[in-house]
């Protein structure tokens, strides 16, 4: 039985989006600016189902219950292919599911990837973004590696704004949980979008923070970004510990790496973080530093453990038989 399988990179977001536009396709409300990130990866199989009429998934080895996220994208990719076939899909993380990590954008990019190779559709890029972003706001930005813009207000258009090679910063993302997230992103922005006082301010100030990143980035800039990357962090999560109920994410450990984040940077060294929907926090910095920094922040935290890795590229192909 013919079986593809595709491999595609989580990415994370440095000028982020928080809450969808109203509707039903799962469209952020905003631009964002992101990075996708090397050596850790989804890699998605998928093959007819010929037992029964119903699509299954299985994630990390695990049947899921909820294919949520996986039927929008197929039912779209389907109605492009021409194929009524019910699939078997097998997605496994080298990472932590669900924890804050980006999991779901690099499961349902390396999804469609295998889907255009396993039923032979020249995709444009369009329509990958619109398959994409059925199954998750932030996956359109795994199709592409290096730093990314996906634009809202050009139909959700993502531009490429450097290569990996450009502006060869490394990353170091600090696991302080591997725990799944008692409250879901897509759940979170919605209890944002309708409670938090903040919500207003945070979509206002969307142009600034990304036309500001997209100069710094091509610039190659780190103090400019750092700048822009970090308060755009900290007013993400004021909106969300505004809303009600609260949503708190970050814990004590992702607090002690602020701390020495900080240190460090009073010391010289070229350094910035960001910290999405979950306790992990990524720093990003120059590759002279970033052995002393991975060293600190094992030294003086309670991390679990650091993942250090280098800026991404696009999703591929593994294997087609």
Known sequence: MKETTAIAHPNFALVKYWGKKEGNQNRPAMSSISITVDSMKSKTTIHKNASNNMHRLFIDGKEESDLSRVIPPIE??????????????????????????????SGIASLVTAYEAHYEIDLKMCEKVQASMLGSGSSPRSL????VLM??????????????????????????????????????????????????????????????????????????????????????????????PSI??????????????ENLRASGHRLFYTIDAGPQIKIICSPESSQIIKKTIEDNTDILKIIHTKIGGPPRVINED
Not at 221 to 232: A, F, M, R, Y
């Open 76 to 105: 779209y990719l389907s109605s492009i292919s021409k194929s009524d076939d019910y699939l078997i899909i097998r997605s496994e993380n080298n990472f932590p599911t669900s924890s804050g990590l980006a999991s779901s954008a």
């Open 144 to 147: 592409m590696g290096g730093f």
């Open 151 to 244: 634009n809202h207000n050009d139909k959700y258009k993502c531009t490429q704004i450097l290569q990996k090679s450009d502006w060869p910063l490394e990353i170091l993302i600090c696991i302080a949980s591997s725990e799944r997230k008692k409250i879901s992103s897509r759940d979170g922005m919605e209890i944002s979008k309708r409670t938090s006082p903040v919500y207003r301010d945070w979509l206002n100030i969307n142009h600034k923070h990304v036309s500001g990143a997209l100069k710094s980035i091509k610039e190659r800039n780190i103090v400019n970004l750092q700048k822009i990357t970090e308060e755009n962090c900290k007013l993400m999560h004021k909106v969300m510990e505004t809303s009600k």
């Open 248 to 261: 708190k994410y970050m814990t004590n450990v992702t607090e002690q790496c602020i701390t020495e984040i």
